[in-house]
């Protein structure tokens, strides 16, 4: 009889595959693996570090989910010819096929020694926009934090862009069809979202790789220590998009930046580098991009050696007596946005701006 070659469990003659299998882990016997269990958690590699000696593509560019318009076109295209915005391929492969039963779609969630590592990886949305969706299960994943056993929370990015804000094409999309209902929705979800960066007793660390826009940026002043990438820079231009300001921008942007900057910020989309955020007292410390992950990973491993109780209390001594303020004016902010995007004549300007361009950069 014929000699029949032994079937090895291979597609399309991909010679790789069970080597790429081995490199990356199998994600079949990861199906049953918990993200709160600590077992299986020192297999998956550290996604902040990437390899150079491995081909390094673009980060920026995919396209929407539902097949819209996409509207962060100028932003793709502005960064994309940043040749320095570049991410290992195979990193979002690696962090994807160590996720446990999809729990979270649009994020990475890891238990590391100490603290608690979150990534924005979206999958749905371009540049790590957010959606309601999105940050749901931000929130969902600080909720777990809070509880567990970790001193602290690490905030960054898979790709080249730390986040774009809010969505604007997933706006569009649905208030469009329903604006009465989808604006209080989406309000809401704003509001919750932010509430929970507010309410979080233990410290917030926070990575900033690439741009940090709209909503993205606004969140940066409720965190406690923010560490920027010489590649970063930070926008918020909600005026020039035809939005009132939101994650408690329109206070804590004042206190840290001064009124002027302030208002050049959310009123003329004024862009800071890493540097000037960081003499205005936005960014704790810029870092050199090659080193970037090395230094974050070195200063947040001290920071988790603290003791939890020492930690958590100098917290409270320095965010206690402005968490009822803050959430009083993120209520606010909230109810802003709702009415803006509930009446026509708001709606129409948003539109009609969003349809032409979305961010000057």
Not at 248 to 271: D, H, W
Request: contains cysteine; aromatic residues 8%; glycine residues 6%.
């Amino acid at each position: 009889m014929p000699l029949k070659k032994p079937h090895n469990g291979l597609q399309n003659g991909d010679g790789n595959h069970e080597k790429d299998s081995r490199h990356f882990g199998n994600g079949s016997q990861q199906q049953n693996m918990d993200l709160n269990d600590h077992e299986g958690e020192h297999n998956l590699p550290s996604v902040l570090e990437v390899n150079s000696d491995s081909p390094v593509v673009n980060g920026i560019g995919s396209s929407l989910a539902n097949g819209s318009l996409n509207l962060h076109s100028t932003v793709k295209r502005k960064l994309d010819g940043e040749k320095d915005y570049v991410f290992d391929k195979r990193l979002r492969y690696s962090v994807r096929q160590n996720e446990s039963n999809c729990r979270f779609r649009d994020i990475v969630v890891r238990k590391e020694d100490g603290f608690t590592h979150i990534l924005l990886s979206s999958q749905t949305s371009d540049n790590n926009a957010l959606t309601p969706e999105i940050m749901k299960e931000v929130r969902r994943a600080l909720c777990n934090a809070s509880a567990d056993d970790s001193k602290l929370l690490l905030l960054s990015a898979v790709g080249s862009v730390f986040c774009s804000g809010l969505d604007y094409s997933y706006l569009i999309g649905r208030l469009s069809n329903d604006r009465r209902k989808e604006s209080t929705r989406i309000a809401e979800a704003i509001r919750d979202f932010v509430k929970a960066f507010i309410q979080f007793k233990k410290p917030i660390v926070v990575a900033i790789n690439g741009p940090a826009l709209g909503l993205g940026a606004s969140i940066l002043p409720l965190c406690d220590i923010v560490w920027a990438s010489e590649k970063a820079w930070f926008q918020t231009p909600y005026a020039t998009i035809r939005l009132t300001p939101a994650g408690c921008s329109s206070y804590t942007f004042p206190q840290i930046l001064g009124v002027a900057l302030a208002n050049e910020m959310l009123f003329c989309g004024r862009k800071l580098t890493a540097q000037e955020a960081c003499s205005r007292g936005l960014v704790s410390q810029v870092f050199w991009p090659t080193t970037f992950s090395q230094e974050v990973m070195l200063r947040v491993k001290e920071m988790a050696s603290c003791s939890a109780v020492v930690l958590e209390e100098s917290k409270c001594l320095v965010r206690s007596f402005l968490k009822s303020g803050l959430e009083d004016v993120n209520e606010k902010e909230c109810q802003m946005l709702k009415q803006l995007w509930s009446s026509s004549k708001g709606l129409d300007s948003l539109f009609s701006y969003l349809q032409d361009k979305i961010y000057e950069v």
